[in-house]
């Protein structure tokens, strides 16, 4: 039988399977050298998730991270939905949401759009339909909340990018 290991991915111990490919190394840890930041982000994203569904907060950084590629926060934020008790027929839904909007409240939805107006904003601006679809769902203050986490999730997939966070090695919660 032979065994084909990547560091942390999944091991292939069938003769004949196909090996996965190799991982790859970060270009840094970036929180060991500014943990001021890493430290300031961590509060950020504290404070900006208050008031809101984790659920629906998880949903949010999935979408975020499948616009921005970032590998490591959707293997951590897929990881914390379905530890929230999220649904992995939802979480797979998720980047096809606009052909599969009935697995979504009318309220999620909103959020959803708004996300990736606000990631996206490549395209000049948050359309206001889009905006005034989600104050329709969410008083003021969860808005502002909503907006704050869009940011920071935002923030996050960043520094994961830049520095090629690997991803598969979180377990739910580690970092909190």
Not at 46 to 66: C, F, N, P, T
Not at 86 to 113: G, N
Not at 117 to 145: I, K, M, S, W
């Amino acid at each position: 039988m032979a065994t084909t290991t990547n560091t942390g991915g999944p091991t292939n111990t069938t003769e004949g399977a196909p090996a996965y490919a190799p991982e790859h190394k970060p270009r840094m840890q970036w929180a060991k050298h500014a943990p001021e930041v890493y430290k300031a982000m961590v509060r950020l994203d504290a404070a900006a998730g208050q008031g809101l569904d984790s659920r629906l907060r998880e949903l949010v950084k999935i979408r975020a991270s499948q616009l921005n590629h970032c590998a490591f926060c959707l293997d951590m934020h897929t990881k914390d939905a379905l530890a929230a008790g999220e649904s992995v027929e939802r979480i797979v839904q998720l980047a096809a949401w606009e052909e599969s909007r009935h697995f979504y409240s009318e309220k999620e939805l909103a959020a959803i759009e708004l996300t990736e107006a606000v990631t996206v904003l490549t395209d000049g601006f948050v359309p206001d339909e889009v905006y005034e679809r989600a104050a329709a769902h969410f008083d003021e203050a969860e808005l502002a909340q909503l907006i704050a986490s869009i940011t920071v999730i935002n923030a996050w997939n960043r520094f994961g990018v830049t520095t090629r966070a690997v991803p598969g090695h979180y377990t739910p919660g580690q970092y909190k």
